[in-house]
């Protein structure tokens, strides 16, 4: 979901992804450094604790830099086989999708159009009925992954002729919701136009076939399938039965219904899809008054999780009628006790939700164990037997954390296809730990188990009751632990060889310097891991501060400590014609970006990089960049605008980061997945048109696409959609 658009046209404001809810006192970086610097002064004899807490950063970061076991830097890279083979596409503003010479652009599917027979084509006039969603593409299509089908039926990772591809439809696009003329105004809304935004929401399974004429989606399928923000799903893990997770629905807490707000995803090695509820706030509400039903734990979580009471949603789902299917979005305190209504449909929202696009009559299951925040996606390492299954994940809000999830089952590859059995075997037990960055380029996994690091009943801020409540409440956990808080955590990605962690953190218009004397708000002062404070001029003449260009951060786990990591920043977003301490990376108008947001590593170690931008949009249109990373620790410090020492990696060149894709007008570029042969990319173009208000009956939208993409005087309204990339020449994709 675009976040730094400057919204003009939306009938509804969507929740800002960029509000902070963090308000824990974790200690600052530099406060941490300071910390730790004092004790190591102590110990030699020097300075004493109070003189090193009140040294302001700059001092500490320089004293830390020479005193600190750096990491040793890695050897060169051996020159990689790899090499990205295409020419850039030049930056531009243009209602297309550009791809370099050599390659085609398909259309696999568009928000409405049918997976069966029986319902028609999509008619651009908003006139398909609120049911037939339930077997039509959704809205806003975002992360996705796809999976080789064999003959059988089954999961076979090699097969790119024939496929399951899993996406998500985060959300509904306010400007057009899919209705003859927009949403209709008003305080109540229309219970046929929230029918079809609910089952427009969740996810998408489709079958998928390649041959000589391309690659299509399969109409008709028994594999394709919709989860929808109404399909029954359970809950699984420490969580399940949870109090908190009452609700009229399911008193016994064990099922709730609906995905919301999917972003972006992961997959499991046994072939199932994950995925990740982000933004749910968008369709939540509060009464107002409500606190003073609610116990102080509760209001703390509420208050945690950015939902005060007398809080309406954007899309007032819950104003379209009295039915429970309506009602349900009002988390608020209406019955006797919290099996007789849904003041606990929050904590509903806010998890991995696993899927088996297998198995299209399978229930989904939200994987508790795996914690409750705004989860982007969660993304796992290479999976090796006898380990444990790990997974990576975000929590994309300003100043929020970075999770690990490692199973406590170890991995055994007679569970490939085993579903979602394999999935509770893998995804329910496990230990969660959240990160911290330190400045000397180590970093420590913390973990949140009740009972441990204080987690537990003596915890000031938010007494925890058991392990249910850590998960539900992990925000609060992080809190407790003093995680770093990092600049929007979006997409990440692991090296498929190295197994190196790679994390877009977006951008962040709260960082200010780390010598700022007093912090206005959620203001937070710049760390060695989110190290940039400075203003980008858009356009001439809008200012923007903070990181608004954003970074992606990588790191390597210990071989023999889980709790210990070290780390670098791969790669600086920014202007090719930044100052140097911003264009840390030495970007050129071949791979210039900014505001990175999905990632993804192929099989051959190619990183494919997307942007969800409003910050260079006076420029380009959002993209998709190509790169052959080095890795972790292959760069040198430097010092970042606004004066933090940071741990750059080696300067990109367009050897190792080139842009492979710009899409049309005032969309995002989100979602990335190839066939096993890395013949056909996939990849999604989410809101096109969305910050222009549309004209309906003079047919005048900010943008045509994708109608347009093969005839650019076919006018129809904007459309999220599914592209299919391919080499005329039938060869593998980048190279
Ligand atoms: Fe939906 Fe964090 O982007
Ligand atoms: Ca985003
Ligand atoms: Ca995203």
Redesign the pocket.
Known sequence: ???QHDTVASQVNEYD?DAVVNPSSNAHFDDILAARLSRRVALKGGISTTAAALLGGSILSACGGNDDPAPAPAPAPAPAALKIGFNAVAKNKNDLVTVPDGYNVSILHALGDPMHYGDASWQDDGSETADSYNRRIGDGHDGMYYFGLSDAGAFQVDRSERGLLAVNHEYVVAPYAMHPTGRTAGAARVASEVDKEIYAHGVSVVEVKKDTAGVSMVRGSRYNRRVTSATTMDFTGPARGNAQLATLFSPTAVQTRGTNNNCANGYTPWGTYLTCEENFLNVISRAAGDDAARSAKEVASLGRYGLPQNRKSPYLWETAGTADLYARWNSSVTGAAATADYRNTINTFGWVVEIDPFAPDSTPAKRTALGRFNHEGAWPAPAVVGKPIVFYMGD?ARNEYIFKFVSKANWDAADVGKGMAAGAKYLDEGTLYVARFNADGSGDWMELTYGKNGLDATNAAYPFADQGDVLINARLAGDKLGATKMDRP?WGAVHPTSAEVYMTL?NNSNRVPATTASLIGSQLKTDAANPRAYEDIKGGTTSQKGNPNGHIIRWRESATDVTKLTWDIYLFGAQADAASDVNLSGLTDVNDFSSP?GLFFDKRGMLWIQT?DGAYTDVTNCMMLAAVPGKVGDGAVATAAGGTQTRPGAKASADTVRRFLVGPKEC?ITGIALTPDNKALFFNVQHPGEDTNPDFAAKTFGSYWPANQADANVKKRPRSATVVITRKDGGEIGV
């Open positions: 979901m675009s976040k992804e994309d979006e977006t947001d969800d995002e």
